[in-house]
């Protein structure tokens, strides 16, 4: 699943701390895909709104990059006795085209019924 992000009026080349400025400015644009699907944790397991941390950026090759982040997640169940805050990494790769960044997301959204037959 690809999303694109304009970038703001660049048309010389970007530097990486740049590049994670424009992205941290977008980041509620693209939080929820970043985060994904927390239910293979727990049915319970909800994203802590706003912990989302750019931690690097990693240079592939031309125009293409891997974003490093982290993101805060809790669950709750009083009947379990469970209440523990949880902190995931992962990353996405994108790449810089036409003023654009394209990123690269993992679809993991559970399968209907229906699309399990």
Same mark, same amino acid.
């Given at each position: ?46 994203? &802590?709104? $706003?912990?989302?941390?750019? %931690?690097?950026? /990693? *240079?592939?090759?031309? #125009? ?10 809790? &669950?709750? $169940?009083?009947?379990?006795? %469970?209440?523990? /805050? *949880?902190?995931?990494? #992962? ?10 960044? &394209? ?15």
């Amino acid at each position: 699943m690809h999303r694109t992000l304009p970038l703001k009026n660049r048309q010389s080349d970007i530097t990486p701390l740049e590049l994670i400025a424009e992205i941290k400015q977008n980041i509620p644009k693209i939080e929820e895909d970043l985060v994904g699907n927390l239910m293979w944790y727990s049915p319970n397991a909800r994203y &802590v709104p $706003n912990s989302l941390n750019v %931690i690097s950026l /990693d *240079e592939l090759g031309p #125009s293409r990059y891997k974003m490093n982040y982290s993101f805060l997640w809790n &669950v709750f $169940n009083a009947c379990l006795d %469970i209440d523990s /805050d *949880e902190t995931s990494y #992962s990353s996405v790769n994108f790449v810089l085209a036409e003023g654009q960044m &394209v990123f690269d997301f993992i679809d993991n959204t559970p399968d209907t019924a229906s699309e399990e037959l």
